[in-house]
């Protein structure tokens, strides 16, 4: 009879190369930044300021550093910049603005007086419950949160059986790192109403259910 352990691990086996190949939809629409347009200033260091043109035009200077200048697209929340042949996310919250990956931090139309001014537009779960599911070619994909900092990832491949893992989580303002069987990290980031995720390799968007 095979033990608990085994059969933890073969179901993080089996789910990886699904969730691998896993992707979400990409968003709730995207355009140029109409509505978007004007400069925002870093709140921590006043040197570094973006400024959003219409047109799909951004330039960003920083003190002693130059300016570059490069594209950008708005999708709801998630504006995507490209400067110099690199890509950087931010997530938009009324006036202010924050990359994912904390390279430029948050700025803020008004810099720092701005940031106390602000009115934010993000409505971030406190406490997630429910049902989020990811569907592609490849099949669906299934989180359930429940009491206790707890989820339920299932799998189930087009045509094929569930496979199931449990797991626990903590939250960090619109971030939730969950653990599953084996030391498995899952990263989820709420973005345009949904949980967004690449720790499998490819994006994963995770809608309400």
């Not at 993000?122 to 990811?134: E, L």
């Amino acid at each position: 009879m095979p033990s608990s352990y085994s059969i933890a691990r073969g179901l993080v086996v089996a789910l990886v190369p699904l969730l691998v190949q896993a992707c979400g939809r990409s968003g709730s629409g995207s355009g140029s930044g109409a509505g978007f347009t004007g400069a925002y200033t870093s709140v921590n260091d006043e040197g570094v300021r973006f400024e959003f043109k219409s047109g799909g035009e951004v330039s960003m200077s920083a003190e002693g550093a130059g300016s570059s200048s490069g594209t950008f697209t708005v999708d709801g929340e998630k504006i995507s910049v490209s400067l110099q042949g690199q890509s950087h996310i931010f997530i938009r919250d009324g006036d202010c603005i924050q990359d994912q990956h904390d390279v430029f931090g948050k700025l803020c139309k008004g810099g720092k007086a701005g940031e106390s001014a602000n009115v934010s537009t993000r409505n971030v779960p406190t406490t997630p419950s429910g049902t989020y599911v990811a569907t592609n070619t490849d099949g669906e994909f299934r989180l359930e949160f429940k009491p206790g900092n707890t989820l339920t990832m299932t799998a189930t491949r087009t045509g094929g059986q569930p496979e199931t893992l449990d797991g626990r989580f903590t939250i960090e303002g619109d971030m939730i790192y969950a653990t599953l069987p084996q030391g498995v990290p899952l990263v989820l980031k709420f973005v345009n109403d949904a949980y967004e995720s690449t720790s499998f390799g490819l994006p994963m968007r995770f809608i309400k259910q």
